[in-house]
């Protein structure tokens, strides 16, 4: 463990015969700051600037550790993360790509260890498409659902974001882990709007749990006839199950 020095490790990244992984730390005892690695390459042009950001946050005590990797010596670390593109940093567990002002990711070091900085990481990457990755994700953290659930329940978050929502529970149908968002789903089938009352109809029914089956009898009398006909599918799925 040692005190970072940005001219020093800019030195050393700068030049893939150096030593290209590096490990940065400063003693956080008694915090939950969490930690950053960061990819890079020596000809990157925004990752100097990146990694400045990066440098500061770890010494005003924001990060509680830092890891810069130059993937031109260590294309396998680049393989290891699916990362094609740099600068590339995992701050806690957000996965951010691209340049990205000290602002920025002094907000996202913020949002970490946060459910709404979760459903925000969520709603930023569903907005530009990446449903594999929030899909990977929800598969191997359960507290991912919850920011879903979260994003799912804000009658403002846009439809491309809740038709990604709706794709990534519907590739855990069935699992323990959307069975265990039942409660939350059944307090989103009463909400005053009707398009969280469908889709949280729909997901209740993925969950193939028996218990679902009261409240989506229940939303066959529900004023909107779509979501009417949506609980009616619901109860047909969990039907042909058996």
Known sequence: ????????????????????????????????????????????????????????????????RLEVVNIGAHPDIAQQ??????????????????LRSPAELKQWVERAGTPEGLAEYFHELLKEGALPKVSAQAARDPAALDALLRLLGDPDTELTVRIGINAVFEGLEGSRALQRTVDALIALSMHRDAHIRGDAAHLLSLTHAPSVQPHLQRLLADEVADVREIAREGLERLSALG
């Open 1 to 64: 463990m040692f005190k970072p020095d940005f001219q020093q490790i800019r030195r050393t990244c700068g030049s893939v015969g150096g030593n290209n992984l590096i490990q940065m730390t400063e003693p956080m005892a008694g915090t939950d700051r969490p930690d950053a690695l960061l990819l890079l390459t020596s000809t990157c042009p925004y990752c100097p600037t990146v990694l400045a950001a990066l440098n500061d946050l770890v010494k005003s005590g924001d990060i509680g």
């Open 81 to 98: 993360y699916g990362v094609r593109t740099v600068p590339w940093v995992r701050l806690g567990p957000f996965e951010l790509e691209g």
